[in-house]
């Protein structure tokens, strides 16, 4: 029966949701795989609030990026539309004749999440010589550092309390560029059913438990600079890194294991329309090439070990084929919408995955409230 044992099962569900609903899955452990990606985060949301509402709890959760929040409002019981509205509404609006229009909100930052570097940009100057050599004066023209983050320390306190209390396994990353490694933060029961100790190192990977201060190295975009240090490391987002965490999943002990693991990409596996004509378009194929690279290793990893499980080659207790069921954003969000929240693609993923998760495992929906 996994996660569903001696729970109560008479919390509401709804599109939206005050409380997260706990269902059997028919006896089938599920996980699911959440990949960030700026806007995109809202795909995610939208699946979070269509699984809700279909009555289903996954035994693991890994996620990336923005996705760790959503990840935390979700198991919190958060409305997710709701949150989505809150932060459509702090969101400056650019005129609408303005050329590149998404680009001036950037400029102006994301309240809550970034603003721009101009006082540090104009502080570096301060301190320079013209003696300095040429990377002194490139560091100061062009510095790494182009935002600020400004979630406050309560923001990154609820995520962690919220992912560390859960009694869903749940998992995301960092990357340390210096070592190369992987930091993989775990809650109690991601780190049980992994069978490994927190502070555990090896050379790809170090497990650590779930922190406000690993949340906030999780979110560390690479244009935040490299000032500071999270446990004495320089790290970044781990989605630049492994924008989905699957191959953990396939570790799980048995009781844990997932039988499917849903797969929520905020983009197409594949580039949708004419090759790039300009440097936007080449930006923006360059990212959708990097963060589909390693999911498709570790998709082939899986594909792997089933075509083993299946011809008896593999036959442990615990091994069984698991199915990967993705389910990623149909259009096209090019260069200039990475970081643009939209309640359009939380509709499309809602909708969609309401009609998909029946189609994959029949289940009836729940009574809930209609969206908004």
């Not at 996954?58 to 979700?74: E, K, L, N």
């Not at 995301?172 to 059913?193: I, K, M």
Request: charged letters at 20%; one cysteine or more; glycine letters at 8%.
């Amino acid at each position: 029966m996994g996660m569903a044992e001696g729970i109560n099962q008479q919390l509401e569900s709804s599109a939206g949701g005050s409380q997260l609903a706990i269902p059997t899955n028919g006896g089938e452990n599920l996980a699911f795989a959440l990949g960030g990606l700026g806007g995109g985060n809202a795909f995610g949301a939208g699946f979070l609030a269509a699984a809700r509402e279909r009555n289903i709890r996954p035994a693991a959760i890994t996620c990336t990026s923005g996705m760790i929040v959503w990840t935390a409002h979700y198991l919190a019981g958060d409305d997710l539309r709701e949150k989505l509205r809150e932060q459509l509404a702090e969101m400056p609006k650019a005129p609408e004749s303005l050329p590149f229009g998404n680009q001036w909100l950037l400029a102006k930052g994301l309240p809550g999440v970034f603003r721009p570097a101009m006082q540090e940009y104009w502080e570096r100057w301060s301190f320079m010589s013209p003696f300095s050599e040429p990377k002194d004066w490139a560091d100061r023209l062009l510095p790494a550092q182009t935002w600020v983050p400004t979630r406050s320390t309560e923001h990154f306190e609820f995520v962690a309390d919220t992912l560390a209390n859960s009694d869903v396994a749940v998992m995301f990353n960092a990357f340390c560029p210096p070592s190369g490694q992987e930091v993989l933060f775990l809650n109690a029961a991601a780190r049980d059913a992994l069978g490994v100790r927190w502070h555990q190192q090896t050379p790809e990977t170090i497990y650590m438990p779930i922190t406000a201060e690993g949340v906030e190295a999780a979110l560390h975009l690479y244009s935040y600079g490299y000032e500071r240090s999270y446990f004495g490391m320089k790290l970044i987002d781990g989605a630049y890194h492994r924008q989905f965490i699957l191959n953990e999943l396939c570790d799980l002990v048995p009781a844990r294991k997932p039988a499917t693991i849903w797969v929520v990409r905020p983009q197409n596996s594949r580039w949708i329309g004419e090759m790039p004509d300009n440097y936007f378009e080449q930006r923006d194929m360059e990212t959708e090439i990097g963060m589909n690279s390693s999911y498709s290793m570790q998709v082939a990893r899986i594909e792997l070990l089933n075509r083993l499980v299946r011809e008896g080659r593999l036959q442990a207790p615990g091994d069984q084929t698991i199915h990967l069921e993705p389910f990623q954003f149909v259009g096209k969000r090019g260069y200039f919408d990475y970081f643009i929240e939209s309640e359009h693609v939380f509709d499309t993923a809602y909708h969609r995955a309401l009609d998909q998760i029946v189609a994959r495992h029949g289940w009836q929906v729940a009574p809930a409230l209609q969206p908004a």
